[in-house]
Each structure stands twice: as C-alpha cells, then as structure tokens.
C-alpha cells in the first residue's frame, strides 16, 4: 500500500475503491473495504498489524466500498451514515451489487473464489453498520480525531472523512481523480456543495475513491466535470433530443480512461451517466 503520511496508507492500484487505513497511538481506523476478497483478507491483516481495527468507516453504499465488510467481521465497529445503511446491498433498476461483486471474481480475484460466499450466506450477515448516524459525526482513536462529514451527491450517504492530525481527507467518490466520473445515480447540485465544503478543509491530501491521491487543486476540476456533464446533457434537451439520441451524442469517453479493473464498463458508464442526466433534465417539460 502507498504511504501519504506515516499514519494513512491507501491502496489506488486495485479493482474498486482506494481502501485506505489510519493508524493511531490506540488502534487502526479502515475506510473503505477492498471489494476482492483477497485484498480484503490482506488488507485486514496488515491493519492489525499496526494494532486493533477500532473503526471500519463506509463512506458510500457503492459495492465497490462496501463489500469487503465481510471480510473484516469482528475487525472494529462499522460505521456509516444511515444513507448508506437505507441503501445497503440494494438491488437496483441497473445493477445488482452482490451479481456485480461476484462477476469481478474469475477475471480479477481468482484465488478469491474459494472464500467467496454464497448469496444466501453473504445476506444473512454482510456487516452492516453497528453505528450509523445523519448529519456529521465525530469518532475518536488515540490522539487522531476522524470527521465524518455528511457531503451527499454522489450518493444520499456520502461521507468524507477529515484527519486533521495527518492534513488528510478522505473523500470517497465525490472525487474521481483523472478516472470516468460515475454520476448515473446522483443528485449533481448537491455534489457540487460538497465539493465546495470539502475545498474549505486544510489539507494537504485528498484521497478520491478513485483514481491517484491528489489536493484540493483537483476539486475544481471534479467541478468542471459534473458541470460539463450536465451542461451538455441540458443542451440537447434544449434541442429537442430524445433520451436514445443524446445517449449517441453525449460522450465524454476521451476526457479519462475508466478506473483498473473496469475498462469495459466505459460504454455503460457514458450510457448510463447520459440518459439518467437526460431523465432528471428533461423532465420539467415533458407534458402530457
Ligand atoms: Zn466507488
């Protein structure tokens, strides 16, 4: 894993998020779990090698932040925002998370096979959050204080997490660093907010939940992306285009390649980022 200070080690080189870990005079705080079991497994190891797992922090309900949680049972207490537990492993209109989880496995996890659970065994305990708060919540291990700061957008549950001892922040996917911004399930105003909130933050490092670790220089660039995005998206509703049509016309393909490990999802994530943008922006004159 790659050391952004001497107490916060992220790993940005995997298939799914950057899971990430703190280390303090009284324990370890993990945000984020790898979605391979492996890399969970490896990753929890190295943790307690520094101590105790005292936190496990979420700061999404995207599967690819989530599911490594069954691989740190009894590692720490979970902890995320009542967003994320409302929205937990939920199957929606678009995707299956645990059908998504499971279908990384042969290309990118081989050896995770084995220790990879059957659905019903995984629903009958995925280690949901035994702490699980709304607004902005405050934890505590050795002398680091952790804030979770409820910055929805991205996701209703999205937190990013504030170490001020280390000049760090976690942001989880509000920011995709030079990575294709996943946006189909989002509420792009909001984000925007949050992205001026966490700008407000003294920091020296940001770690995206994807993508290499960057600053807070790159939060206006995550800006100008969701802004192009939707621009875009609104002009051709101005023009009259179908849904199918601005799907065609509205590409931002060339702008970043896709996070590892997911390359062939680029069609899907343009399609998808597209047409739900379309829904939300057409919406007000559709009459009838
Ligand atoms: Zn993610």
């Given at each position: 894993?790659?050391?952004?200070?001497?107490?916060?080690?992220?790993?940005?080189?995997?298939?799914?998020?950057?899971?990430?870990?703190?280390?303090?005079?009284d324990?370890?705080?993990?945000?984020?779990?790898?979605?391979?079991?492996?890399?969970?497994?490896?990753?929890?190891?190295?943790a307690?090698?520094?101590?105790?797992?005292?936190?496990?922090?979420?700061?999404?309900?995207?599967?690819?932040?989530?599911f490594?949680?069954y691989f740190?049972?009894?590692?720490?207490?979970?902890?995320?925002?009542?967003?994320?537990?409302d929205?937990?492993?939920?199957?929606?209109?678009?995707?299956?998370?645990?059908?998504?989880?499971?279908?990384?496995?042969?290309?990118?996890?081989?050896?995770?096979?084995?220790?990879?659970p059957?659905?019903?065994?995984?629903?009958?305990?995925?280690?949901?959050?035994?702490?699980?708060?709304?607004?902005?919540?405050?934890?505590?291990?050795?002398?680091?204080?952790?804030?979770?700061i409820h910055?929805?957008?991205?996701?209703?549950?999205?937190?990013?997490?504030?170490?001020?001892?280390?000049?760090?922040?976690?942001?989880?996917?509000t920011?995709?660093?030079?990575?294709?911004t996943?946006?189909?399930?989002?509420?792009?105003?909001?984000?925007?907010?949050?992205?001026?909130?966490?700008?407000?933050?003294?920091?020296d490092?940001?770690?995206?939940?994807?993508?290499?670790?960057?600053?807070?220089?790159?939060l206006?660039?995550?800006k100008a992306?969701?802004?192009?995005?939707?621009?875009?998206?609104?002009?051709?509703?101005?023009?009259?285009?179908?849904?199918e049509?601005?799907?065609?016309?509205?590409?931002?393909a060339?702008?970043?390649?896709?996070?590892?490990?997911?390359?062939?999802?680029?069609?899907?994530i343009?399609?998808?980022?597209?047409?739900a943008?379309?829904?939300?922006?057409?919406?007000?004159?559709?009459?009838?």
């Open positions: 894993m790659e050391n952004v200070t001497p107490n916060v080690r992220t790993h940005t080189g995997l298939r799914g998020c950057n899971p990430s870990y703190v280390t303090t005079a324990g370890v705080v993990v945000i984020d779990t790898p979605q391979l079991p492996t890399r969970a497994v490896a990753m929890r190891e190295e307690e090698s520094h101590g105790a797992i005292r936190y496990v922090v979420n700061t999404e309900h995207h599967v690819d932040h989530i490594g949680n740190f049972k009894g590692a720490g207490k979970i902890v995320h925002h009542q967003g994320v537990a929205n937990f492993m939920v199957v929606g209109p678009i995707l299956d998370p645990f059908a998504y989880a499971a279908e990384a496995i042969p290309t990118d996890d081989p050896g995770g096979q084995e220790i990879f059957d659905r019903e065994v995984y629903e009958r305990d995925p280690n949901r959050g035994q702490i699980v708060f709304t607004g902005d919540l405050t934890l505590e291990a050795g002398d680091h204080a952790f804030h979770l910055t929805p957008g991205h996701t209703p549950g999205q937190v990013a997490v504030h170490v001020p001892e280390e000049r760090v922040v976690f942001t989880g996917d920011v995709f660093s030079e990575v294709q996943w946006l189909m399930s989002s509420d792009i105003d909001e984000w925007l907010v949050a992205l001026d909130r966490i700008a407000g933050l003294d920091v490092h940001v770690i995206p939940g994807h993508g290499p670790v960057t600053t807070t220089g790159y206006a660039t995550q992306v969701l802004l192009e995005w939707k621009a875009a998206v609104a002009t051709a509703v101005a023009r009259g285009w179908s849904r049509e601005t799907i065609q016309h509205v590409n931002f060339e702008r970043y390649p896709v996070d590892i490990g997911q390359e062939y999802m680029m069609e899907y343009q399609r998808h980022n597209a047409g943008l379309w829904d939300q922006l057409s919406a007000p004159f559709v009459r009838g």
